[in-house]
């Protein structure tokens, strides 16, 4: 059993505030994902990281930003919400010797207004 | 460029039906990931299945069965005797390799499967 968590799991918040979502887990795994999953459905991979102070963009351009200062943590945030950032976003961990299989937190609902 | 293709947006069928869901992918590597993902209605993703590129051989889970087929480069999942609690959307999944040993995933678009009582 998988043990990734996120925090808000719903957000409601106006245009130009600045946000950051929560992602921790507590399984000691390198590997770190972020992905944005619209209306439509579609998952996107915006953010990863492979380990402590390592970033990189995923397929999908974001305005969001990430940082990995512990191996647990990996927070995604944005200075400026705007209503085109009202979306799902799910942060999932992998380690190396899983078989890189993802584990999913619940994800954070977000709307701005 | 990896892509996935689930080209079933939404099925509903009567419980007890058999359903399968259709994947396609497209990829360069030879050596690559695919998956199956369950996200019910409270939103999280839950790890249905992996299979590595050179593990052809079909699986079964309980009602869940798995064909995967190189050659069609398909990898099709099958619900038998299905439940209202397999109403969720379903989705396929290919692994790109990244920097370090991170796998990106490449998602289908996902199927909605609705099991009516």
């Known amino acids: 059993e998988a043990d990734i968590y996120q925090t808000p799991r719903y957000l409601v918040i106006g245009t130009g505030k600045k946000i950051t979502l929560e992602c921790s887990q507590t399984?000691?795994?390198?590997?770190m994902y972020w992905y944005q999953q619209d209306p439509g459905m579609e998952l996107h991979l915006i953010h990863y990281?492979?380990?402590?102070?390592?970033?990189e963009k995923g397929d999908l351009s974001s305005e969001s930003t990430v940082s990995r200062i512990r191996t647990e943590h990996f927070p995604l945030t944005l200075e400026s919400a705007r209503p085109s950032h009202t979306s799902q976003y799910l942060c999932?961990?992998?380690?190396?010797?899983?078989?890189?299989?993802?584990?999913f937190g619940p994800g954070t609902r977000l709307t701005v207004t | 460029a990896q892509k996935v293709t689930q080209a079933q947006t939404e099925i509903s069928v009567v419980e007890k039906e058999d359903v399968t869901l259709d994947c396609v992918y497209e990829?360069?590597?030879?050596?690559?990931?695919l998956f199956w993902y369950k996200q019910p209605p409270s939103g999280e993703l839950v790890f249905l299945i992996r299979?590595?590129?050179?593990?052809?051989q079909n699986e079964i889970s309980g009602r869940y069965s798995w064909n995967f087929q190189k050659s069609t480069s398909s990898f099709n999942f099958t619900i038998t005797a299905s439940q209202v609690v397999d109403s969720a959307v379903y989705f396929c999944?290919?692994?790109?390799?990244?920097?370090?040993?991170?796998?990106?995933?490449?998602f289908g678009q996902g199927t909605r499967l609705t099991i009516n009582p």
């Open positions: 999932a961990s992998s380690d190396l010797l899983g078989q890189h299989e993802q584990y």
């Open positions: 399984m000691g795994h390198d590997k």
């Open positions: 990281s492979y380990g402590v102070n390592s970033t």
């Open positions: 990829t360069r590597d030879t050596t690559y990931y």
């Open positions: 299979r590595n590129s050179f593990d052809e």
């Open positions: 999944a290919l692994s790109e390799p990244g920097p370090w040993g991170a796998q990106k995933l490449v």
